[in-house]
Every structure is written in structure tokens, then in C-alpha cells.
């Protein structure tokens, strides 16, 4: 009798969709949210503030405990299904054209950078306000700094938000980064860490154009016999 294999079905059903690295980073991210709502939830209170302490990011914790482990950790870990969902959306629709673009290993490289990069400017942020017992968890740091990525690369593309109301992604990213930074000016209690997501733009501008920034700024030198340098500046391509 025919049994079918689950997983490699799924593993079938995600590759048509999906790419690589991708396909996994979404795995992982399940993986976590079920081990979280099925057996560290009913385990008991105890069990679950264990969890959260070894694997969400506490800047008291991650820094002056060394439990650097966390700057990753918390990518992963998400408060409920709609904070679960709401990520890994965003993660299915706009980072797989992105790691065709990139390749598996650039994408990978860019999500840990930006993750993790957004993670230390919370961090930094919460020791420099007094808050350094204030946690976070969730990949939405990287997932802003997708989004910024594909507003570089493809402006122009339409997103419904909502699945009702057509907008461009360039017009998305900016009103995203706007109430991102009116949230860490206001620093709000709501529960929803506005410096993470600011850092994951920042990260993931300096990561892409940052190059180009530094490139344009310097200008292309050469070193003459009189000891003066020249000096030529471009702006072609500057925000290719």
C-alpha cells in the first residue's frame, strides 16, 4: 500500500514556489512558532520564560552576559499567529526575487547582516535610554530590510495592502520607514519595537548603497608625481 511521504510533499509543494534559502529560513521560522504554541506552552509557564530568556534578544543578556547567541535567536521567535503570519508573508512574496538576484549565499548573507544589525542598534538604543531588560523577538528587522531591498531594485511594482488597495512598493517602504521612525521618536509602549524595524532599514541601506555612498563621496583619486591627488566625481547609476 502506497503511504505518503508528508515531507516530501511539502518540500515539493515549497520548492515550486519558493527559493532555497528562502524555503528554509520559512521552515525554521515554523518550526520555532510550533515548538512554541505546542510543547513549550503546555509544558507551563516556567518552560516558556525559559524559552524567552535563552532565545528572545535582551540587551542586558545578549551584551553584558554574553548571550550573543541572542542577535540570531530572536529572528525566529514570534508572539502569535498574526506577528507569525504577518512575517513570513512578507518573507514568501518579496525575498525570493531577491535571492535570484543575489544568489543563495548573498541572500543569506544580507538577511543575518540585516537581522542582526537591527538587533544591535536595539540594543544600543535600549542600554543608551535606560531600558536594557526591554526584549525583543520576530524577523521583522530583516524583513524591513528585504523590503527596502526590493524597493531599490523594483520601485515600481504594485502591492495590495490589504489585498484591496494597490500602492507602489516605493510609496510602501517610505510610509513603513516614516511611522517606524515616529514610533522610536515617541517610543511608545505598544508593544511593538518601531527602533528595530528603523535599524533594519538602516542596515540594509548601508549594506546596498553604502558602497556607492562611500565610492562618490571619496571620488575617483589617482596619485600624480606632484604629490596632489584628482579628483572625479559621477553620479551615473547612483541609485541603480
Excluded at 35 to 50: D, S
Excluded at 74 to 92: K, Q, T
Amino acid at each position: 500500500m502506497y503511504q505518503r511521504n508528508l515531507w516530501s510533499e511539502l518540500n515539493f509543494f515549497l520548492s515550486r514556489y519558493l527559493t532555497p534559502a528562502v524555503k528554509y529560513i520559512l521552515l525554521a521560522n515554523t518550526v520555532v512558532f510550533l515548538v512554541q504554541v505546542f510543547v513549550i506552552r503546555l509544558l507551563g509557564f516556567k518552560v516558556t520564560e525559559g524559552f524567552f530568556y535563552l532565545f528572545a534578544e535582551t540587551p542586558q543578556r545578549a551584551i553584558f552576559q554574553f548571550m550573543v547567541w541572542q542577535f540570531v535567536t530572536y529572528m525566529f521567535i514570534h508572539g502569535n499567529v498574526f506577528h507569525f503570519l504577518f512575517n513570513m508573508i512578507i518573507l514568501w512574496f518579496f525575498a525570493p526575487r531577491l535571492e535570484v538576484r543575489w544568489g543563495t549565499l548573498g541572500f543569506v548573507k544580507f538577511y543575518f547582516i540585516v537581522g542582526i544589525g537591527a538587533g544591535l542598534i536595539h540594543a544600543l538604543v535600549s542600554i543608551m535610554t535606560g531600558r536594557p531588560l526591554e526584549g525583543i523577538i520576530g524577523a521583522s528587522g530583516a524583513l524591513y530590510g528585504i523590503l527596502l531591498a526590493y524597493a531599490l531594485y523594483w520601485p515600481d511594482d504594485i502591492v495590495l495592502v490589504w489585498g484591496i488597495i494597490p500602492v507602489k512598493v516605493k510609496v510602501l517602504v517610505i510610509v513603513m520607514g516614516l511611522f517606524a521612525f515616529l514610533g522610536s521618536v515617541e517610543s511608545a509602549q505598544t508593544g511593538i519595537s518601531h527602533i528595530t524595524h528603523l535599524g533594519g532599514l538602516i542596515v540594509a541601506f548601508l549594506y546596498l548603497k553604502g558602497p556607492d555612498i562611500w565610492r562618490r563621496l571619496r571620488g575617483r583619486t589617482r596619485y600624480t608625481r606632484s604629490g596632489t591627488y584628482r579628483i572625479e566625481f559621477s553620479d551615473r547609476d547612483f541609485w541603480r
